[in-house]
């Protein structure tokens, strides 16, 4: 198999700033993209705008209209030749402390399945906790019983759905990739796998944004060794999604009185929201170590599969109608430098179903 892109949909503009599920299809599809991570926000959105324009009158709510909008995205996405590579997110679920709360969320993954099935994909990402550490446990054992009732019900469900299990640099028990896999191997079933973020390798190990560097001491060694436990550690069938994004290295550090600051919020979490570009974006002042993560994901592990940008960043609340086309002009250019500089030839099927590489394509826009 070989290394095909992608692009989450919230990356190319946010549905709350106006920019609709539709125009960032139409703008993946014909800047070159075949694949997209569904942001569970833009079937929402959707949902809802069938529902003020049916006769019916409901409020986009309920589970029919969340599965009647699953079933349009799927023929949306179908008329594009774009294959719905996973839905995503599914937050805030394992180690809560509050076990009604617990088990008010297994219901609610027994519907994402369903959502899952009616928009043909076999994927769902779990994103780490970063809820307050009063609210969960510490007790690593039974956050690995908490992912395994989830992925148990995938296995029973047919067809199966899989779980890619991410951990985010600010997340409160599970903020490391080494501890993502941990939880990983302690699920221990087929369906339960790892998503590798480069944002979130680089962005904890490499990274501090409330630094005047914007780095942690010492962050290339630390960055090195544990690309080495990575490339020697997991197991290369238990990747089931690679995402790609680089970030912006801030002008002064992200203290209190910072733009970005939101009380109560983790630094890198703030961090994210607003400056996470796409690969190798100098101009906008990118600078994590991304190629060293992708080389050890790619060519030390030998991954294969979807590269997908997520890329969270404050210019996709904008409503510039824009957006969505800019960025997934972006996207393209940025996964063309990367392909030259990773040495790949990858390839994208263009609207009339013919197939060039990405470097033919990049030149096309320019």
């Not at 297994?106 to 519907?111: I, K, L, S, Y």
């Not at 993560?293 to 109608?321: C, P, Q, T």
């Not at 063309?336 to 179903?353: F, P, S």
Request: aromatic share 8%; proline share 3%; hydrophobic share 45%.
């Amino acid at each position: 198999m070989a290394i095909k892109r992608a692009v989450c949909t919230m990356s190319l503009g946010r549905c709350f700033a106006g920019h609709s599920l539709v125009h960032k299809l139409d703008a993946a599809s014909r800047h070159g993209f075949t694949g997209i991570e569904l942001f569970y926000e833009d079937l929402v959105a959707l949902a809802r705008d069938m529902s003020v324009s049916s006769s019916g009158g409901s409020s986009g709510d309920t589970q029919a209209d969340q599965l009647s909008a699953a079933a349009s995205i799927r023929r949306l996405c179908a008329d594009r030749a774009l294959e719905i590579i996973c839905l995503q997110p599914f937050t805030h679920y394992e180690g809560l402390l509050d076990r009604d709360l617990h088990a008010r969320r297994v219901q609610e993954m027994r519907f994402w399945v369903r959502l899952a099935h009616a928009l043909g994909t076999d994927l769902i990402c779990l994103p780490s906790s970063f809820l307050a550490v009063s609210e969960l446990t510490d007790d690593m054992a039974t956050i690995a019983d908490d992912l395994r009732v989830l992925a148990d019900i995938g296995l029973a469900s047919t067809p199966v759905i899989r779980f890619a299990y991410e951990a985010l640099c600010w997340g409160t028990r599970v903020d490391t990739w080494e501890a993502s896999w941990d939880v990983v191997e302690r699920v221990a079933r087929p369906n339960f796998g790892i998503c590798l973020d480069t944002f979130n390798i680089a962005g904890r190990i490499y990274a501090d944004p409330t630094a005047p560097s914007g780095r942690t001491h010492g962050c290339d060694a630390a960055l090195a060794a544990s690309l080495r436990r990575l490339v020697s550690t997991v197991e290369r069938s238990k990747v089931f999604l690679v995402q790609l994004a680089d970030a912006e290295r801030l002008a002064r550090p992200l203290d209190q009185t910072h733009l970005f600051h939101v009380a109560g919020q983790p630094p890198r979490m703030s961090w994210s929201r607003n400056a996470r570009l796409f690969y190798g974006e100098t101009a906008h002042g990118a600078y994590l170590p991304v190629k060293s993560v992708l080389d050890a994901i790619v060519r030390g592990l030998g991954y294969k599969g979807w590269l997908s940008f997520e890329v969270f960043n404050r210019r996709l609340a904008d409503v510039d109608e824009d957006v969505p086309d800019k960025m997934a002009r972006r996207a393209a250019i940025s996964w063309e430098k990367m392909a030259r500089d990773m040495h790949l030839e990858t390839v994208a099927a263009t609207g009339n179903n013919h197939v060039a590489t990405d470097r033919e394509r990049t030149q096309a826009m320019l």
